[in-house]
């Protein structure tokens, strides 16, 4: 990839958002007893900075009708600096010269098939400040959001967490993949139905890993649909 490929680059120091604290992963002692060096950042932060260097570089059009497939593969602690760079291919986020994670972003979505698996329990919720607010707590505070009056990326994958917080987890777990496509604008204060299915669990190394697939609509029509994996339970 040449420079000119490139998109502008972006780092910030890792922020911890005490909201996370739920999971004991994003706790200092918690982060400790599953092995970290301590308190680990939550992927959904990660992902949101991540986000940024496309946001800027594709606009409103890649929040509405793009899409992207993002990766964590290494814990970021609190305070950590994060470097962001990349370009059309891939986005990688590093710490010390770590990669942490990776975005792979699109710019048009592959049509979305009739749901399998096995069905969880519906939600609905509005998109408050809790949700829509998000980004700007954890540091990525991109002006596109407010001035086109979009939710950012990472609520969709806020969402989709909270499915597994609510309905498949019961103590430390971690987000490790989403594959997410945007079919619709969404402005902050929508109503959003949540519909989820459980497509596959299997065991690995780290523990066992579940995967859903959660489609989100507005007023009936479908704005974004997410496969979310993560670990489960931890080995």
Known sequence: MSELDMFPGWSIDAVNLVEHAD?????????????????????????S???????EAWGADWVTSGGLEVWFRAPVLAD???????????????VANRVCARLAPRL?????????????DPMVLTLDDQWVGYAKR?????????????????VWACLA????????VAGPWVHT???IGHFGAVGPGAEVVI?????????TRSGERAVVDVRFTVDGSLVCAVEHEALVSLS
């Open 108 to 120: 048009t979505n592959p049509p979305v098939g009739e749901p399998v698996g096995k069905r969880l």
């Open 138 to 154: 954890g540091g990525e505070d991109l002006e596109l959001y407010e001035r086109e009056e979009l939710v950012h990326p990472v």
């Open 80 to 94: 950590e600096r994060v470097e962001v760079a990349g370009g059309p291919a891939e986005v990688v986020a590093t």
């Open 23 to 47: 999971n004991p992963v994003h706790t200092d002692e918690g982060g400790v007893a599953a092995g970290y060096g301590g308190a680990v950042v939550a992927g959904t932060t990660i992902f």
């Open 49 to 55: 900075y991540l986000t940024r260097p496309v946001a």
């Open 177 to 179: 993949r989403s594959n």
């Open 161 to 168: 967490n909270r499915v597994f917080a609510t309905q498949l």
């Open 195 to 203: 519909e989820s299915f459980e497509t596959d669990r299997f065991e």
